[in-house]
């Protein structure tokens, strides 16, 4: 079955950079999501990677993807107390996108 | 161009009411995509709708869960008779089409049935 993990924690220091990772056993997914959702709001979808890249870079977001491995990392470069916010990863195989249970990113000064 | 638009935002339900929840997709959105967030876990599919068809409601409970998206209107969620374990925040999300790139979400409806 469909199955996507995620660490529930990260804590960081201000400037520093973050990665949050992601592992996922679909191994017919097509795309991957990242979405970032605050407090008491929706998910707004951050980037997505086709399954046939590696990587993908859109300002200060890197994502990996490693397909053998079915690995997914986000990297969120200079890391600012706005990035707080729960992240989670999202694979698409089907037609419906399968979430993980979410990272909770914590920046601090 | 507004949103995807739920509501409402909070509602509060006795055991045993029905609560309705709202969704109205972007303009130009065909498809309707329903999740649950319980407490401290991450989103749950509940079912995917097309204008006036059901896709895939493979993640709906059997009993007191309905959904529906009409031509005209938006896409209603239905709990009947509510129990405690139905208090989570209900997402709804929309498309185009297939696949989700370009999938919106709504703000949510947060359930708490006292």
């Known amino acids: 079955g469909e199955d996507v993990e995620q660490s529930l924690f990260l804590s960081v220091r201000e400037g520093d950079s973050s990665v949050i990772n992601c592992t996922y056993t679909?191994?017919?997914?097509?795309?991957l999501y990242w979405y970032k959702q605050e407090p008491g709001a929706g998910l707004q979808l951050l980037t997505y990677?086709?399954?046939?890249?590696d990587m993908k870079q859109d300002q200060r977001l890197t994502v990996l993807l490693n397909k053998k491995d079915k690995h997914l990392s986000l990297r969120i470069a200079d890391t600012q107390t706005g990035d707080s916010a729960i992240y989670f990863c999202?694979?698409?195989?089907?037609?419906?996108?399968?979430f993980g249970r979410g990272t909770s990113l914590i920046v601090h000064p | 161009n507004a949103g995807v638009m739920q509501n409402p935002r909070h509602l509060v339900r006795r055991r045993g009411q029905e609560a309705r929840l709202r969704c109205s997709p972007m303009k130009g959105h065909s498809h309707v995509y329903w999740y649950r967030q319980l407490p401290e876990e991450g989103l749950k599919f509940m079912v995917y709708l097309q204008k006036e068809n059901i896709i895939d409601e493979s993640g709906m409970p059997k009993e007191r869960f309905s959904a529906e998206f009409p031509k005209e209107g938006p896409s209603i969620l239905r709990i009947q008779q509510v129990v405690r374990g139905d208090s989570a925040a209900y997402f709804c999300?929309?498309?185009?089409?297939?696949?989700?790139?370009?999938?919106?979400f709504g703000q949510g409806t947060r359930l708490t049935v006292v």
């Open positions: 999300a929309s498309s185009p089409g297939q696949p989700t790139t370009e999938a919106f």
């Open positions: 679909d191994s017919s997914s097509t795309y």
């Open positions: 990677i086709f399954s046939n890249m």
């Open positions: 999202a694979e698409e195989g089907s037609y419906i996108p399968t």
